[in-house]
């Protein structure tokens, strides 16, 4: 039964994902908070469990992602190697910080998280772009504060990595195809960390390794692929504007909760 509750939960999450053109995380992470918690799971390990098994799921899903957009030539590589080295400590130490806070204060600081996405999104602030691509070590530093944030909260980064591509001069299909790889490396560090740094967690239920647990991971990855593509395709039948608010009417009421 459970079980069913997860492909369920990939099935939305990947509609929900495609619908409004961003990574799952921001709709995985919560919802498995959610489902964990009505699964009474312990309370101060199901918060860094959502985060670890999103992350975790988004290995399989960016893999898929990674080699669409790179197939249309989308993916600046060179940019990307740069920020993959910030990218990967930034990701760990994501983790490292979120294993250190309380599943409470963890929550409330992804509600505030969801509230200031979601301002960005309704009013949709427009980017500056840049007038070159910057120098190495600004790239580096930029990886590890989107890797941090990413790897706290268990999301691929397009919200923060989307901006700062379109910042520094590449066109809006360069900084897409390039966040899209820029999620893998922040995934795989993050779920490899968040198995090792929860491995000897007393409080984790069965079927875990570390914070990944196998059976969210499974169902969510079994249908959030393939139900992705519809988000995506029913998305060319609204109007871009009118998903953005809808997207952040949906984290205004995911922040609220989360704080209250």
Not at 8 to 16: D, I, K, Y
Not at 117 to 135: Q, R
Not at 189 to 198: I, Y
Request: charged share 5%; aromatic share 10%.
């Amino acid at each position: 039964m459970l079980f069913l509750v997860y492909l369920l939960l990939g099935v939305a999450a990947g509609v929900l994902a495609g619908l409004f053109g961003i990574g799952g995380g921001l709709i995985i992470v919560p919802a498995l908070i959610f489902s964990f918690k009505f699964q009474g799971l312990p309370p101060d390990v199901l918060t860094h469990m959502a985060v670890g098994t999103s992350l975790a799921t988004m290995v399989v899903t960016s893999l898929s992602s990674v080699k669409a957009h790179n197939d249309k030539g989308a993916v600046n590589w060179p940019v990307f190697a740069m920020l993959s080295v910030g990218l990967l400590s930034g990701a760990l130490l994501g983790v490292f910080t979120a294993v250190n806070l309380s599943g409470h204060l963890l929550q409330k600081l992804l509600g505030v998280f969801a509230l200031l996405v979601s301002v960005k999104m309704w009013f949709g602030f427009k980017v500056v772009e840049g007038a070159k691509v910057p120098a190495k070590p600004v790239l580096v530093f930029a990886g590890t504060m989107i890797g941090w944030i990413s790897g706290m909260f268990g999301i691929g980064g397009g919200t923060l990595t989307v901006p700062f591509l379109r910042h520094i001069s590449l066109t809006m299909r360069q900084a897409v195809g390039t966040s899209a790889a820029c999620s893998l490396p922040i995934a795989f560090m993050g779920a490899v960390s968040n198995m090792f740094l929860g491995e000897n967690n007393p409080a984790l239920p069965a079927l875990t390794t570390g914070y990944v647990y196998w059976p969210a991971f499974i169902g969510i990855v079994l249908t959030s692929v393939i139900s992705a593509r519809l988000g995506a395709r029913l998305a060319h039948g609204l109007p871009a504007e009118k998903l953005q608010k809808m997207f952040a009417m949906f984290l205004v009421c995911i922040g609220i909760q989360f704080l209250l």
